[in-house]
């Protein structure tokens, strides 16, 4: 099983729409959690932490379920420039390393 | 600031070459990584340092080795390129936390 699972996508949607990203996670022991953005060619950048209690920033919301070991992102009125892979981040229990998901693919649309 | 200066940004090798890419981080980070990213795969731990004069292997460490001779500096080295290592390769840094990337570098080998 794969330390860190996303749905590849791709998920196409027209500007303004509201779109969700989910994320499943194999260590119960995690304790950090990060959303990650990759645009095509171009390194991987920290787009946000994510919160147990769940934390907003600006059009995007990260929520963490750990019960069910279950990471989110929505992204609220989409624009053009979102369209990027989001790369689910989950550190490894112990250690100081990170496990990255393979990414979840957006394209929005005019 | 530059952050996170990987070079070459690229290089072509012929099977059985060697080569050393550079990562150089001017921002006093204790932890340092080698990933590399395949398409469908994701980002694979290749090394990481978490310290001075400090390497560990991660995921993938078969055919690289890797040096922390001073702080700021994490060298990947191939002894004898093969095909299977064509890939981008990315260097992160982090205090422990999020970790944040060199632009990467372009690697084929014939």
């Known amino acids: 099983r794969k330390e860190v699972e996303q749905d590849p996508g791709p998920f196409n949607v027209p500007e303004g729409a509201t779109v969700a990203f989910n994320c499943t996670y194999s260590n119960s022991a995690s304790q950090s959690f990060f959303w990650y953005r990759q645009d095509c060619r171009k390194e991987p950048k920290l787009l946000m932490s994510?919160?147990?209690s769940g934390n907003e920033d600006g059009r995007f919301t990260a929520q963490l379920n750990r019960a069910s070991q279950y990471i989110s992102l929505l992204i609220r009125d989409s624009k053009l420039s979102d369209s990027a892979t989001y790369l689910c981040?989950?550190?490894?229990?112990?250690?100081?390393?990170?496990?990255f998901g393979t990414g979840t693919r957006l394209t929005v649309i005019p | 600031n530059a952050g996170v200066t990987q070079t070459p940004k690229f290089r072509v090798l012929k099977t059985g070459q060697s080569m050393t890419l550079l990562c150089a981080q001017d921002m006093n980070h204790e932890y340092m990584y080698w990933y590399r990213q395949d398409p469908g795969m994701g980002l694979r731990l290749i090394h990481y340092s978490v310290g001075e004069g400090t390497t560990a292997k991660g995921e993938v460490p078969d055919g690289y080795n890797v040096s922390r001779l001073k702080k700021q500096n994490f060298l990947l080295g191939l002894e004898s390129a093969a095909p299977s290592q064509t890939s981008v390769y990315f260097c992160?840094?982090?205090?422990?936390?999020?970790?944040?990337f060199g632009d990467g570098t372009r690697l084929s080998i014939l």
């Open positions: 992160a840094s982090s205090f422990g936390g999020p970790q944040h």
């Open positions: 994510v919160y147990s």
């Open positions: 981040v989950v550190n490894r229990p112990g250690a100081n390393n990170l496990f």
